[in-house]
């Protein structure tokens, strides 16, 4: 069975097969990226919430894919962001172009808003939402981080909002902490807890 992630984001292909990896040995599963396949496209994310724009893009994907895909294999898609309380849940689904440039500019950016407050911190969840889609259907998964985010950014593991993102219980920021330790209680870890049951049953029936 394929698990073909429809992502050209690095970052997130290399946490989604360390997380899978005793995944992929339980069902003999390889994960490779859509651009191994296809060439990338722009998908238009215009839903409203993490699970539409997630399904969006696990859709299009497994439907460009059309005849190339064998029966038993599965798009997964990642559609993920940070809320920030005290930024009326911002940016939310606009995570990944927050600033209009880069993972930097989008973390600058939020960094610069998050100083404008008095305390210059705010409560803040981290979001996930896998979407999958098969033969058999379409299905997500959500997962959540909560935690508080501060102006100043420290660290320089992770990715993304990283390093402006401490959890709760912690005194470090995610990109303080050793992916090991992130991956034990990320948002990512927990949507993809949840989506692996989904295809365990997905592998069932292929195999019936």
């Given amino acids: 069975m394929r698990l073909i992630l429809a992502t050209s984001n690095a970052d997130k292909i290399r946490e989604i097969k360390e997380i899978y990896s005793p995944l992929c040995k339980e069902l003999d599963l390889e994960i490779l ?23 969006i893009k ?39 172009r927050y600033s209009g440039g880069n993972a930097v500019d989008n973390l600058n950016l939020l960094c610069a808003e998050v100083a404008k407050l008095p305390s210059k911190t705010s409560k803040a969840h981290y979001c996930a939402c896998i979407g999958i889609s098969s033969v058999q259907g379409d299905f997500s998964a959500h997962g959540f981080m909560y935690g508080n985010v501060i102006s100043v950014p420290r660290g320089n593991n992770g990715f993304g909002y990283d390093p402006m993102f401490i959890p709760q219980g912690f005194n470090k920021t995610l990109a303080e902490l050793s992916s090991n330790e992130k991956n034990a209680i990320s948002h990512r870890t927990q949507a993809l807890t949840h989506a692996s049951y989904i295809l365990r049953v997905l592998s069932r029936l292929f195999s019936a």
Avoid: M
Wanted: with cysteine; glycine share 8%; charged share 20%.
């Fill in 33 to 55: 990226a859509w651009d191994r396949l296809i060439t990338p496209f722009d998908i238009i994310e215009n839903g409203e919430s993490f699970k539409e724009n997630a399904l």
């Fill in 58 to 96: 696990s859709r299009a994907v497994f439907n460009a894919l059309n005849g190339i895909l064998s029966p038993n294999d599965i798009v997964l898609s990642d559609d993920s962001g940070i809320c920030v309380d005290a930024l009326c849940g911002k940016p939310g689904i606009h995570s990944a």
